[in-house]
């Protein structure tokens, strides 16, 4: 039988290139990787892409970016420590929305150390993301790049690295899950109640406004846990009228 292709973000399709590339050898631990717009430039895509794609990369624990000094290789296998619990996850629900719990619980607090220690660095940071974000959103492409970019970025502004690992590995289990089921649960209305989520978190980590920057955090992963939660609950009756 014949399926449907599915369509593959290009930032997705430069993130396997890369790793690639990494795992070929063709860049070896502690080499620095060509600045973003050469990048682009390789690759015949855009910077933005191109930022997607080194975000999650750094996330997950391939390459670590110095400030004003490059991006730099710091693993060189392909092992995921986290595969076995990808599988798990992608075919349970109850499971996924225990993620969700666990992203609500830490993300907030990690919102309000952002807010307290977040650099004109980080603030200017947050801006390029959420700018990508809002420019994925206009064009109707999937935003869980641009996202997984905020969120990645709200954890380096907290500048606490156990933090920042921890962050980036439920966030990159997330991430996989998600594609893994193609879960594009998002509809065009909660486009715009996203963004506007996120610009609200931004907002009070601009303003050093620590409490406002947990409540809006909490704001945020609570609507998104009931949206996940909608989709679900409407897949399993989709499922029961079909047997």
Same mark, same amino acid.
């Given at each position: +039988? =014949?399926e449907k292709?599915?369509?593959?973000? #290009?930032?997705?399709?430069? &993130? /396997? @290139?890369?790793? $690639? ?8 631990y502690g ?12 690759f ?19 390459v670590?970016?110095?400030h004003g ?6 693993r060189v296998h392909g ?8 599988? +798990? =996850? ?6 996924i #929305?225990e993620?969700?719990? &666990? /992203? @609500?619980i830490? $993300? ?13 660095d980080?603030i200017?940071?947050l ?20 996202d ?5 970025r ?16 439920l ?36 303003k ?15 609507s998104?846990y009931?949206?996940i939660?909608?989709v679900?609950l ?10």
């Amino acid at each position: +039988m =014949l399926e449907k292709i599915e369509r593959i973000k #290009l930032s997705e399709e430069i &993130l /396997r @290139r890369l790793k $690639e590339m990494i795992k070929s050898g063709k860049f070896g631990y502690g080499d620095k990787l060509p600045v973003e717009k050469r990048i682009a430039e390789i690759f015949g895509v855009s910077r933005t892409t191109v930022r997607e794609a080194l975000a999650v990369l750094e996330a997950e624990g391939w390459v670590t970016t110095k400030h004003g000094g490059g991006t730099y290789v710091k693993r060189v296998h392909g092992h995921d420590p986290i595969e076995p619990l990808t599988v +798990m =996850l992608g075919g349970n629900d109850t499971a996924i #929305l225990e993620l969700m719990e &666990l /992203r @609500r619980i830490l $993300e907030g607090e990690v919102a309000m150390l952002a807010a307290s220690r977040a650099t004109d660095d980080d603030i200017v940071a947050l801006h390029q993301v959420f700018r990508d974000m809002s420019q994925d959103i206009a064009l109707g492409k999937d935003t869980a790049s641009s996202d997984f970019a905020f969120h990645y970025r709200v954890a380096r502004a907290a500048k606490n690295n156990t933090i920042l690992s921890v962050i980036s590995s439920l966030h990159e289990l997330y991430y996989q899950v998600v594609h893994t089921n193609r879960w594009h649960w998002s509809k065009p209305k909660d486009y715009d109640r996203i963004l506007s989520e996120h610009g609200a978190i931004l907002h009070a980590i601009e303003k050093r406004q620590a409490a406002a920057a947990k409540k809006q955090m909490g704001i945020h992963l609570e609507s998104t846990y009931h949206m996940i939660e909608e989709v679900l609950l409407k897949q399993g009756d989709a499922e029961r009228q079909d047997q």
